[in-house]
């Protein structure tokens, strides 16, 4: 079953949370290709010094504001990154894709870039939501998988909370 709206009006820490275990789906050359998600990322508004919204809205943020389940591809570096976004509409929030696990295809999806790169995923995505889309999408697998969490990879002034999670055990 498909992930509605409503999973993403929540706070962001949440969302990346139950995000773990999902599996994202990928429609390429008339395959499907699924893969488990197994790490996330989780980030806030303004107050949150490692956020693209902490200088506040800029034309290449201004999404993180916008409807709940839009999809975010931002530039770090030469990578791009697949985010979604979450908490209410008004109030700043993504979730950062940081691993999948392939199920039904082999590729290296164990970083941000390596996922987009993967999984052909351009900034053509930017701004489309993840419900009603024909490309990509996501689906519950209704497991629920035993959930780590840590500080954010290359985050030097990080919040107190620790706002990486992952499933244990992948590679």
Do not use: Q
Request: proline letters at 3%.
């Amino acid at each position: 079953m498909k992930l509605k709206k409503s999973f993403f009006n929540c706070s962001a820490d949440k969302v990346a949370k139950e995000l773990l275990g999902k599996i994202l789906c990928r429609k390429m050359d008339n395959k499907i290709l699924k893969a488990k998600i197994i790490e996330t990322e989780a980030y806030f508004d303004e107050s949150d010094p490692a956020s693209w919204a902490r200088f506040g809205k800029r034309k290449d943020n201004f999404l993180m504001w916008d409807e709940p389940g839009k999809i975010l591809i931002k530039n770090v570096h030469k990578y791009l990154m697949l985010n979604f976004v979450a908490e209410k509409k008004g109030k700043a929030g993504a979730v950062l894709i940081r691993a999948l696990s392939p199920l039904n295809f082999c590729g290296n999806c164990s970083g941000p870039g390596l996922i987009t790169e993967c999984l052909k995923i351009d900034k053509s995505f930017n701004g489309k939501n993840i419900f009603n889309n024909k490309e990509i999408w996501l689906e519950d697998n209704n497991k629920k998988p035993k959930i780590f969490r840590d500080y954010r990879v290359g985050v030097k002034n990080d919040l107190k909370n620790k706002f990486r999670f992952f499933i244990k055990g992948n590679r």
